[in-house]
């Protein structure tokens, strides 16, 4: 289930994106916070009482949608979902849980 | 003319900070721009990302689509002179010198003039349920229409007050969202009674009645003088409850909700500078002090658009301008008195139109504040509830936000009280029974947002 509905601009480039390790797509242009919630219904949880959150003003003032991200086998980047655009084979994380390194898909 | 030797600093790409530093442009400076966004235009002309499949401005904007249009693309026709540099934060000001972050590496930018042109952010109050997903600020629900083409749902509530609640109500539902309520914690009563401050702006009054009246013609359910009562759903909203004006409770399902009562200005770096504020009755809220041509009680610094007082897009335009003319006056530019003139004439037609919006739109504190709840999250970064915060105020009896900040940690998280400050202040002055300026006003800490760790300085090989 998804938390955003797409409107508009549903014609952008389709990208690949990896989230709690599953492989999942959205559209280039998307900010993370819209990479994920068009896929699910949280973007974190919190570290309190892990609660699940999903963003609040989506303007880069209110820092409830940091996520956890990862490039290639790169370190983990804590990153503000609602200011950073989605990058082609990014890995997210949805819980507290590091975002896992993809395996490079064996060649053809 | 005697020129500083150090460029001025524009900080804020919006509509306030393009006019300021066009204008200084056109007068022969070479100003520098900072933005934190990665296009100009601000939130309120805020733009998608480029590529291929993105809307018109027409479909964009609706009718301010000339005014967007104009904005984006004023800094072009100056950029061998306009150093604009969007991706930058600015996280700090420190005698006479930005702190700056670009692109994971910081940099320190010494100025002699500054514009602050920083902005604004919706105004929240707590309500039970508001920290669930789909739960959203106004200006949030219109940033993800505008900057994403993204709505927060497919059946979608509106709540809170101000103009702002009618014309996202519009957007949504032109785009195809279903427009379960609109829901205005202001009585009707109020517009009609400021009526008269309100016909300062025909033309601004005019789109706001178009609004209203096409979600009427729609069949968008429209309920004024409400009272919030909760957002409730599993693990994401499902349906707001609300008292009607007649204080009946209320059901209304939905997948999606939209909070906000009015803006609040982004003052944290003009009061680092060492700007002098005072407190504003009708914004409830501390404004950097100004005069009618934007200067701040520091020489060289000025302010200009919502991040010195809410007053909107078209006054931020008008104010930007105003100031970057003001700072090429004392600078010892000549400048054209009958600009100044239109400019402050215009500008006061806004301050009217203003003060009757804030009037006819209240914040409703008072009730908040009375009725909140022990288990109400305030703060969203740390969850600190209000009933925390009133076992702080009896315990150790805190005068002031900074003290309560300090011993509750309500504002230390890391929106800095962005998001709870305003409900802060007023529990704590209802718990203290005086004004919610009795309290001072929570001092903004460096950086002024979170900034990563293991970022690179300047000048590092």
């Known amino acids: 289930m998804s938390l955003l509905i797409r409107y508009a601009e549903q014609s952008r480039p389709s990208v690949r994106f990896f989230l709690d390790g599953q492989a999942v797509s959205a559209l280039a242009g998307d900010t993370l916070l819209t990479a994920v919630l068009t896929v699910r219904e949280r973007l974190r949880t919190t570290e309190f009482t892990g609660s699940p959150r999903a963003g609040f003003c989506m303007m880069g003032a209110c820092q409830d949608c940091w996520v956890q991200v990862r490039r290639g086998d790169g370190p983990v980047q804590r990153l503000r979902a609602c200011s950073t655009l989605l990058e082609a084979d990014m890995s997210l994380s949805t819980t507290s849980a590091p975002p896992p390194v993809i395996a490079e898909e064996p060649k053809p | 003319m005697s020129q500083s030797p150090l460029p001025p600093v524009v900080i804020g790409a919006g509509p306030a900070g393009i006019r300021a530093a066009v204008t200084l442009a056109r007068h022969g400076l070479s100003p520098i721009l900072l933005d934190e966004s990665p296009r100009p235009g601000g939130q309120i002309y805020r733009q998608p990302p480029a590529g291929p499949g993105q809307r018109s401005a027409s479909e964009l904007y609706g009718f301010e689509a000339a005014k967007a249009t104009a904005i984006h693309q004023a800094l072009a026709p100056y950029a061998d002179r306009i150093d604009y540099r969007p991706d930058t934060l600015v996280w700090n000001v420190e005698r006479g010198a930005l702190d700056l972050l670009s692109n994971g590496r910081t940099a320190t930018l010494a100025y002699h003039s500054l514009i602050f042109a920083t902005g604004a952010t919706d105004r929240v109050l707590p309500m039970p349920g508001w920290t669930m997903p789909g739960v959203?600020?106004?200006?949030?629900?219109?940033?993800a229409l505008k900057a994403q083409g993204c709505g927060i749902g497919s059946t979608v509530v509106f709540l809170g007050t101000g103009p702002l609640l009618y014309l996202?109500?519009?957007?949504?539902?032109?785009?195809?969202?279903?427009?379960?309520?609109?829901?205005?914690?202001?009585?009707?009563?109020?517009?009609?009674?400021?009526?008269?401050?309100?016909?300062?702006?025909?033309?601004?009054?005019?789109?706001?009645?178009?609004?209203?009246?096409?979600?009427?013609?729609?069949?968008?359910?429209?309920?004024?003088?409400?009272?919030?009562?909760?957002?409730?759903?599993?693990?994401?909203?499902?349906s707001v409850i609300w008292q009607d004006s007649a204080g009946r409770q209320q059901h209304t399902a939905c997948d999606g909700l939209g909070i906000g009562y009015g803006l609040r200005p982004e003052t944290q770096l003009a009061d680092m500078a060492g700007c002098a504020f005072s407190f504003n009755p009708l914004d409830r809220a501390w404004l950097p002090d100004r005069d009618s041509a934007g200067r701040s009680s520091l020489a060289g610094v000025y302010l200009a658009g919502d991040g010195a007082g809410i007053t909107g897009a078209d006054a931020a335009e008008v104010g930007g301008e105003r100031a970057a003319l003001a700072l090429l006056q004392d600078q010892g530019a000549t400048i054209d008195p009958s600009r100044v003139a239109v400019l402050e004439k215009r500008m006061a037609a806004f301050v009217r139109f203003r003060t009757?919006?804030?009037?006819?739109?209240?914040?409703p504190a008072a009730r908040w504040a009375e009725t909140v709840s022990d288990d109400l999250v305030l703060c969203r970064c740390e969850e600190i509830t209000a009933g925390d915060l009133r076992a702080t105020v009896r315990k150790d009896q805190p005068r002031d936000l900074n003290r309560l900040k300090a011993l509750s940690r309500i504002g230390m998280g890391r929106c800095q009280g962005r998001m709870c400050g305003a409900a802060?202040?007023?529990?704590?002055?209802?718990?203290?029974?005086?004004?919610?300026?009795?309290i001072a006003r929570i001092r903004p800490q460096t950086p002024i947002k979170p900034i990563p760790i293991g970022v690179t300085p300047e000048n590092t090989p």
């Open chain 2, 136 to 143: 959203f600020t106004l200006g949030g629900a219109q940033i």
């Open chain 2, 168 to 238: 996202i109500a519009y957007q949504y539902a032109k785009a195809g969202a279903t427009v379960a309520a609109v829901l205005d914690t202001s009585a009707f009563g109020l517009r009609i009674k400021h009526l008269p401050g309100l016909l300062a702006l025909p033309k601004v009054l005019a789109k706001g009645l178009y609004y209203t009246a096409w979600l009427k013609a729609y069949g968008v359910p429209v309920y004024t003088g409400i009272t919030p009562v909760r957002a409730e759903g599993n693990e994401r909203v499902a």
């Open chain 2, 356 to 363: 009757a919006l804030l009037q006819a739109f209240p914040l």
């Open chain 2, 424 to 438: 802060a202040a007023e529990l704590l002055a209802h718990q203290h029974g005086c004004a919610v300026n009795d």
